[in-house]
């Protein structure tokens, strides 16, 4: 009987074991997948700043090539930016 109650114990500890060890996979991999998550915001978000930095500059120089003013809001105050090429030729739009 004790022979039998000793194995009982010893199965109760590797299932327990077993248990604790999937447990543990499951935490890790949980980890590494909020991990990837985050890594992949981070990229779709400096992709997107970068992407609306270059459209914000070509329109711009779109604006700035036909002699127009463009206005730049800043603070309380806009400034408007013209090129120097077209205030020589007084082609200021």
């Known amino acids: 009987m004790e022979k039998q ?18 447990l543990a996979l499951g935490y890790i991999f949980n ?13 779709v978000f400096q992709n997107g700043t970068m992407n609306g930095q270059i459209l914000f500059y070509n329109t711009i120089m779109q604006e700035l090539a036909q002699c127009k003013q463009f206005p730049l809001p800043f603070q309380n105050q806009t400034v408007n930016l013209v090129l120097v090429e077209c205030l020589n030729q007084g082609d200021v739009k």
């Not at 074991?17 to 999937?22: A, D, E, F, H, T």
């Open 5 to 22: 109650s000793k194995t009982n114990k010893h199965g109760i500890i590797i299932i327990i074991l077993v248990l604790l060890v999937i």
């Open 31 to 43: 980890e590494k997948l909020n991990e990837n998550s985050l890594q992949h915001d981070l990229e």
